[in-house]
Nanobody, 121 residues
């Protein structure tokens, strides 16, 4: 069974920074895309940032220039560096990965349990 374990959430003042990490573990042959999503109270889950196995990235317009996604393929880990945080960034942040299990010739999707980020003065 494959799991994504997130860490790094917490509370920060506006203008502050946080770094989220998400490590994949289990019977993984390979991981293609990885991403971060977020869901604020009363809103739908939305894509924050996405990165392919080759390192191509894309971001939501609302976080461009402030957030940076990166990954360490050797560690099956994806990161989200969040700078210049705003109150509207407050949400539960979820990690997502498309992975190929060992001995199965197709890709599956897995989600992390979520980590809360609160931006408030």
């Amino acid at each position: 069974q494959v799991q994504l374990v997130e860490s790094g959430g917490g509370s920060v003042q506006p203008g502050g920074s946080l770094r989220l990490s998400c490590a994949a573990s289990g019977s993984i042959f390979s991981i293609s895309a990885m991403g971060w999503y977020r869901q604020a109270p009363g809103k739908q889950r939305e894509l924050v940032a996405h990165i392919t196995s080759g390192g191509t990235t894309n971001y939501a317009d609302s976080v461009k220039g402030r957030f940076t996604i990166s990954r360490d393929n050797a560690k099956n880990t994806v990161y989200l560096q969040m700078n210049s945080l705003k109150p509207e960034d407050t949400a539960v942040y979820y990690c997502n990965a498309d992975y190929r299990p060992v001995a199965i010739d197709r890709y599956l999707e897995v989600w992390g349990q979520g980590t809360l980020v609160t931006v408030s003065s």
